[in-house]
């Protein structure tokens, strides 16, 4: 049952049973991708030459989140932050994580994956639909615009309240970017012909991931804030997060 309430001051719907705190993002239309605007803000960064690598990786790989394109999205509930281990065990009780630091970390799954995903009630959203919710409204880098991210975007523990909400979009949600999300579509390279309707990519192979920021922390000095960028886009090779999203219920 998801009952609405107020959270970190803003309106939220939680799933009674789990804890889980979904947000309400409303419908609209974006331009969803990596614009060339981004890939110049991106080329602008000034990296302090301390870097062990470089962004070039990132440049010749640009085409895996092009071409942009305008997406209609439909209203839908997201969680606030990806699923913690606590969260995991109230469907997979004997779940253990070997990345977590503790039960209000967010989990990786591997070999649970997909047994989660069928117990869930809930479902993965699309590629669109996250990259939505990241950017909540903005056309920038990440929400807080092309400015290189730091470290203070980066949570992965969700048992303080205050830096949970430190971490919140304007859409009222926390740490986009920071774990290796899992989407609902299959991976494919870039979007030529992808649905303007935000729903999934079918097909068969891995799916498509998000984000990741927090996987490699501490940095290393990599770039690896790139993963934190609303347009990155990668295939899933290992563990996954997930952040479930629901249908809004009737009022």
């Known amino acids: 049952m998801l009952v609405e309430e107020i959270v970190a001051g803003r309106p939220a719907w939680r799933h009674t049973e789990s804890g889980v705190v979904f947000r309400e993002v409303p419908g ?3 331009r969803m991708g990596l614009s060339d605007d981004e890939l110049e803000a991106v080329r602008a960064i000034d990296r302090g030459g301390e870097v062990e690598d470089t962004i070039e990786p990132f440049l010749e790989g640009a085409g895996d989140a092009q071409p942009v394109r305008e997406v209609r999205v439909e209203p839908f509930l997201i969680a606030r932050h990806p699923l913690t281990v606590a969260q995991v065990r109230h469907w997979l009780p004997d779940y253990e994580d070997d990345y977590a630091d503790g039960d209000t970390s967010a989990a990786r799954l591997e070999d649970d994956l997909e047994e989660l995903l069928e117990a869930l009630p809930f ?3 699309s590629e669109a639909e996250w ?4 950017r909540a409204g903005t056309t920038t880098l990440t929400f807080r615009g092309d400015g290189k991210p730091g470290e203070e975007l980066v949570l992965d523990d969700f048992g303080d309240e205050e830096a949970t909400a430190a971490a919140e979009n304007a859409f009222g949600l926390a740490a986009m ?5 899992i989407c609902a579509d299959v991976w494919i ?20 991931v998000r984000g990741g920021a927090a996987d490699l922390y501490p ?3 990599c770039d690896e804030w790139l993963l934190l960028l ?5 295939e899933q090779t290992e563990f996954s997060a997930i952040r ?8």
């Not at 990259?131 to 990241?134: F, R, S, V």
């Not at 609303?230 to 990668?234: F, G, N, S, V």
């Open 244 to 251: 479930p999203v629901a249908p809004i219920p009737t009022r």
């Open 219 to 221: 940095w290393q000095g």
């Open 189 to 208: 390279p870039g979007f030529a012909e992808a649905p303007a309707d935000a729903s999934p990519r079918k097909g068969d192979g891995p799916r498509a």
């Open 177 to 181: 970017g920071s774990a290796t999300e």
């Open 131 to 134: 990259e939505y919710a990241a």
């Open 123 to 125: 479902r993965l959203p």
């Open 230 to 234: 609303a347009a990155t886009r990668y």
């Open 28 to 30: 609209g239309t974006f």
